[in-house]
């Protein structure tokens, strides 16, 4: 037993809560018209989910709840519950019982709910799915609608016969897997649309960030290259002053000896000036000479004197002056006068005015006549004498006078030789001297030229802001080695300053991008995935509906060959599938595909369904809908005045059918047929009291009977 009860409360005439309970395989409804019977099946349908209220007769929700009459107030709400056995555990919940309830609301609130919990339509849908109730409702026929499956479109048939076969529930996994499927190509194309957005972006990071790794490459390489080129400078300038003392060394040694070697023959000629100019300076010799030579003259004169006095002597006895004698003798004063006034030496001037004072007084004598006194011959020999002894003497000194001054003119020159070759010395060496210090600027300025490179390679430190101990490196092979480091530092601080100004936070943002395009490409990786396992999947439940719905239309064709058989005593009848056909752009039209009836009634020649009387598609119809039950039952089969179109001996075998069909499932029928009432195990009688309240009572075979025909 599938269907346990079923309790209508404020649904439609159902004002009171009613309960049935189903404890029959079939379960006749009877009563008369407008009892309420068909409200039963409607709320059957409802309950289990039912859209259209068009087949619920009504317009809106509100219409289905009981609605008052003039002896009974309105209600508010409407609720209808289903109870299932479940334990065989058909339905896919560890409930024995498994009871579904739907309540609308005067304010057109509807919920279901599904044991005790409010649950969505689609989980209603999801569980009868599985047992082949499905929202075609091919296992509830209303009254006036047995042959819809006749009337319906070969989709619509398709559908039905799915249903029928439980493969609405792969049906409802494949829209469950297409909506996820169109979800997930929309998180993809959303996805993909991000990574898209974020790529100028990450691109543009990536770069700023390679151009903050060669930046700080291009640091290291720079510090690596000052560090080097410091140390190497260092090294070279150390290097080269050590060369420059070298070099200074026996220069300023060679300058010293110069300058000594200078000094002491300075020293020298200063000496021998000294010498020179005191030989010089040594008058004396010639003043003795013009002295001796005055001298020598006076004696000269005195000698004359006597001489001639001598003679006079002898030819002129006494003493008269002649005026020449006179004259000679003022002659020779004059004479001696002009050479006393040359010298210059106060002794000579001394002794010459004692010779004036003779003169002038041997004058004066002359002068008064007075005769010389006479010497006498013996004496004037005598002063001749002497004088001649006075002359020699005198004429002596003069040699040796002028011995000297030959003596002293010879040394002069061999002192001025001396000096002109000691000038000529100090000339070579002054030339020797003026080489070395040449050569000493040189270095000297190669020393500044050092000191230069220090003070520049303090500054170079400086600029670089170089911290930390500074090594010494080795020493520059050449220039062109230092040239090439230094312009190899100046390319590298240029690019450093090219490359200057990129943010610190560049780094950060560039792995937070990275990873939110790894985290999207991740993302894009598992949802493609999904839409492959998705697409799998209903590649899969297209390959499993296939094969089952092709599987069980056979069966059911060849059950419904075989009741049609039986409902007909003969003919013959097929369902087969058509392809749906091909509109202009290719496109399946899918109304168009699904499920055909063909029926060949026996000794009837007909085309079409169309051509069928009323009772003939009543029988094709339940030959049909039994045969679809018969091979994949659903709980129950209800069936509302299905046998109303038939005739006795249709409605004795429409009564075999329904036995047959007990056996495989729960029927509810309702029905004003008492052939069909003969099959039923349980009987209700519906009846509507004065108060438009529809009621039940259990009825026996006999009082149904009575029930049906008394109305
Ligand atoms: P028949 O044998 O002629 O088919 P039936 O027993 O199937 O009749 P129903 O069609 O189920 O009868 O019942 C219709 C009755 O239900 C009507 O009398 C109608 O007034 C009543 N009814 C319908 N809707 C409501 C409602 N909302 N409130 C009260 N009564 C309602």
Redesign the pocket.
Known sequence: MQLKSLTLSGF??F?KTTIFEFSSPVTAIV?????????VVEAIRWVLGEQSMKSLRGKKGE?????GSELSARLGRAEVKLVFDNSQRRFPLEFDDVVVARRVMRDGTNEYVLNGSVVRLKDIYGMLAVVGLGSTQHHIIS?GEVDRILWASPRERQEMIEESLGLKEYHLKKREAERKLAETAANVRQVDLQRKELAPHLKYLALQSEKMRAHEDFKKELDEKVRRYISCEHATIIALEQMDREEEKPFLEKRKELEHEISVLTHEIHAAEKTYSGVHMNKEINEKLVDLDEKQKNLNRELGRVEGALLTEGNNEVGTVSPAEFLRELGDAILFVDGLMQKDSFESLKSGLKDIKVMLESLRKLCRGEKRAKEGDSGLREKKRVLGEQLREIEKKINDLREQQQEETTKRESILGELREQEHHIREYEHELESVREKLREVEFAKEKRHERRAELANFIRDMRIDGEQKTGNVFRDDAERHTLVRAIERLRIKLEEAGGIDGSVLKEFDETKNRDEFLERELEDLRKAVRSLEGLMKELDGTLKEKFVGGLRKINEQFQSYFKQMFGGGKASLYAVKPEKNEDGEEDNTAGGVEISVDVPRKRLRSLDMLSGGERALTSVALLFAMSAIHPPPFLVLD?TDAALDEANSGRYGDLVDELSRKLQLVIITHNRQTMEHAGALFG?T?DSA?FSRILSLKFEEAKEYASTE
Do not use: A, T
């Open positions: 439609k005439s004002g009563g008369p018209n407008g009892s309420g019977k068909s409200n219409d289905l709840i009981f609605n009254q005045e519906v509507m438009g």
